[in-house]
């Protein structure tokens, strides 16, 4: 199941416990992942701007900015809070069941 789907998944109001536990975990573990990559990828942009031979670190940070690599750190910090969030509303969802 993909991040977006996942999201679609959650939001239906008549989940029983065990389908809310299957989504956190389900969630939890892509959490994980998308940090994983992104370490991965923060490694690879401290290592193309101290080799840059651009002039300031805002102009290094605006060409990794328009790299692949760099683009898909955009979107992984973007879907590491939209995780966040929807995995804090699961628990609390959990907890309100218990």
Excluded: C
């Excluded at 977006?4 to 109001?13: D, M």
């Excluded at 651009?54 to 900015?65: E, F, I, M, Y």
């Amino acid at each position: 199941m993909t991040l977006r789907e996942l999201f679609e998944a959650v939001k239906e109001k008549h989940l029983s416990k065990t389908q809310l536990e299957e989504y956190r975990d389900e969630l939890s573990s892509l959490f994980a992942a998308i940090h994983l990559e992104m370490a991965d990828i923060e490694k690879a942009e401290a290592l193309f701007i101290v080799e840059s031979k651009l002039g300031s670190d805002v102009a290094k940070k605006r060409v990794w900015n328009a790299t692949p690599q760099g683009q898909r750190l955009i979107e992984l910090k973007h879907y590491s809070k939209g995780a966040e969030k929807v995995l804090s509303s699961l628990k609390s969802r959990l907890y309100s069941v218990y």
